[in-house]
């Protein structure tokens, strides 16, 4: 049951990461809309991981599932944080790449795709164990 809810945890990670974030980015022309939309689907999967994550560390405390547990609540952190930046710059599509603001922007976002390819790595060694 443990090694189910985390292989889906980490089926998640991966589909929104490498999937779902390629196709919004590269098929929709506004970056703004195309990070709405990113933001709304990120904020629906922190609910339902945190409560897989809660399920995973009762059922099974150990090193690796107490780092998934803190990396995700690190993320969640990352993404309300990147909210408000984003929030402070308003249309991304209308500010220049090399804009100092933007460039802070485009490293917190890098930061949170890392801090989740980094949990979904935790989660298959978890259940390579």
Known sequence: ???????????????????VSYVLFKKIDSKNLAGRIYGQILWRFYKIALLELLLVFILNISFYTFFMLLGLLANVYLS??????????????KIDINDP??????????????????????AILYILK
């Open 101 to 122: 603001r933007r460039v802070k922007f485009r490293k917190v976002s890098k930061t949170s795709s890392f801090l989740l390819v980094f949990n979904m790595i935790l």
């Open 80 to 93: 309300y944080y990147t909210k408000s930046l984003k929030r402070s710059l308003g249309d991304i599509d």
């Open 1 to 19: 049951m443990v090694k189910l809810l985390v292989g889906l945890y980490a089926g998640e990670i991966f589909s929104i990461v490498f999937i």
